[in-house]
């Protein structure tokens, strides 16, 4: 068995790999060997301690390709951080009419937004800050119009390229294996944006923009009040995945709340339920936690987001764990990810637990970035 600082060497090597010619974290090899609005924010996230220059480079980054103008094809919109690019292609390898950049996520710019803030916590850079209000004013104005264009308080999604992706959160799967009718606003991007507008009033105070502040703080709350009324499933005793077109609940049972717990979105007498929850046997394993409930009809262990365990996703709800004090539990999710790269030997994207044994899926990527940045930053 390796030493933890084997793994920890180990860990470092693959992030390494993973970095492009320009410095930057690419997602995974070899499937998603390009830049992703997404993976860099949370990898950049899970490396701030050891490597902030990454951080400062993918926000830097991801600024100067913020969306500038209304693209249907793109999905650009003013504001929008990207979902990918490749600096050595215009467009999508194996998809028609996908150009790059590529701005179809729901998530990417509140999570800018949030490790912005990460970042500054980090650094005290306030000539960093100033100089790129300007993205966060524009990525803030954007969760307002563009991505609550129903004025509903919350964020949602609905494809504009019929080309592009269908779900464009963290679970991007095809239409086909989750139907659910568009626009769509997933649990924890709602989490994401409650997070970044708080963070988007703090900034605004220290740079004095008073009104500003006053503006963010406000829709924060109005947003916690009316997420904790429309995303609870009383007879769940949790929250729904998502509202579909029709603001329906779908009740699924998933990991997607687990993300709410380092936001501050819920109500405190919710947060013990969703804890509670997430360590239940239908989702909880010896190796992490599941995507997906093994109650679901639609459960498949082997499937890329309705069943597998996936590292990041349990690095995420881990630091929500930590931040509202249920350390008995953080340790739980951290020695699980630990104990998963000992039965392998490494940490790819994703794994499944089949009788109690873990499993490898072969389509999952390896090394990727998310994945080695969670238990790096476990074992920091």
């Known amino acids: 068995m390796k030493t933890i600082a084997r793994i920890k060497k180990q860990l470092l090597e693959e992030i390494e790999e993973l970095k492009d010619e320009k410095g930057l974290i690419q997602a995974g090899f070899p499937r998603y060997s390009r830049f992703f609005g997404r993976d860099s924010l949370i990898a950049s996230w899970q490396l701030l301690r050891v490597q902030p220059s990454v951080c400062r480079k993918t926000l830097e980054t991801l600024a100067?390709?913020?969306?500038?103008?209304?693209?249907?094809?793109?999905?650009?919109?003013?504001?929008?951080?990207?979902?990918?690019?490749?600096?050595?292609?215009r467009r999508h390898p194996k998809r028609k009419g996908f150009p790059f950049p590529y701005y179809g996520s729901v998530d990417s710019t509140p999570l800018f937004l949030i490790v912005f803030y990460f970042y500054f916590q980090k650094t005290k850079d306030r000539k960093f800050l100033k100089r790129h209000w300007k993205n966060m004013l524009a990525a803030l104005y954007w969760m307002e119009q563009y991505g609550d264009p129903d004025n509903?308080?919350?964020?949602?999604?609905?494809?504009?390229?019929?080309?592009?992706?269908?779900?464009?959160?963290?679970?991007?799967?095809?239409?086909?294996?989750?139907?659910?009718?568009?626009?769509?606003?997933?649990?924890?991007?709602?989490?994401?944006?409650?997070?970044?507008?708080?963070?988007?009033?703090?900034?605004a105070k220290i740079l004095q923009k008073n009104t500003l502040?006053?503006?963010?703080?406000?829709?924060?709350?109005?947003?916690?009040?009316?997420?904790?009324?429309?995303?609870?499933?009383?007879?769940?005793?949790?929250?729904?995945?998502?509202?579909?077109?029709?603001?329906?609940q779908?009740?699924?049972?998933?990991?997607?709340?687990?993300?709410?717990?380092?936001?501050?979105?819920?109500?405190?007498?919710?947060?013990?339920?969703?804890v509670k929850r997430l360590f239940q046997k239908d989702?909880?394993?010896?190796?992490?936690?599941?995507?997906?409930?093994?109650?679901?009809?639609?459960?498949?262990?082997?499937?890329?987001?309705?069943?597998?365990?996936?590292?990041?996703?349990?690095?995420i709800i881990a630091q929500g764990l930590k931040k509202t004090g249920y350390k008995k539990e953080y340790q739980k999710?951290?020695?699980?990810?630990?104990?998963?790269?000992?039965?392998?030997?490494?940490?790819?994207?994703?794994?499944?637990?089949?009788?109690?044994?873990?499993?490898?899926?072969?389509?999952?990527?390896?090394?990727?970035?998310?994945?080695?940045?969670?238990?790096?930053?476990?074992?920091?």
């Open 152 to 203: 509903d308080l919350f964020l949602e999604y609905q494809r504009k390229n019929p080309n592009g992706l269908y779900h464009q959160g963290w679970k991007d799967m095809p239409e086909k294996d989750l139907k659910i009718s568009s626009p769509i606003a997933l649990v924890e991007v709602q989490g994401y944006q409650y997070l970044a507008l708080r963070y988007g009033a703090s900034f």
């Open 333 to 380: 999710i951290k020695k699980a990810i630990l104990r998963a790269y000992q039965e392998l030997g490494y940490l790819p994207e994703l794994y499944t637990v089949v009788d109690g044994e873990i499993a490898k899926i072969p389509i999952a990527c390896y090394p990727q970035a998310w994945s080695s940045g969670a238990l790096l930053n476990f074992l920091l």
């Open 64 to 89: 100067l390709l913020q969306g500038k103008k209304i693209d249907k094809q793109s999905e650009e919109e003013p504001g929008k951080i990207i979902h990918e690019t490749d600096w050595r292609l």
């Open 213 to 248: 502040s006053k503006r963010f703080s406000e829709r924060a709350k109005r947003l916690k009040k009316s997420f904790n009324q429309k995303f609870w499933v009383e007879k769940k005793g949790y929250f729904a995945f998502a509202l579909d077109g029709r603001k329906k």
């Open 250 to 274: 779908q009740t699924m049972i998933t990991s997607n709340p687990g993300h709410l717990l380092f936001t501050g979105i819920l109500d405190k007498n919710k947060e013990k339920q969703v």
């Open 283 to 315: 989702l909880w394993t010896s190796f992490g936690i599941r995507t997906h409930s093994v109650k679901e009809p639609d459960f498949n262990t082997f499937s890329y987001q309705l069943g597998s365990i996936w590292p990041h996703d349990n690095w």
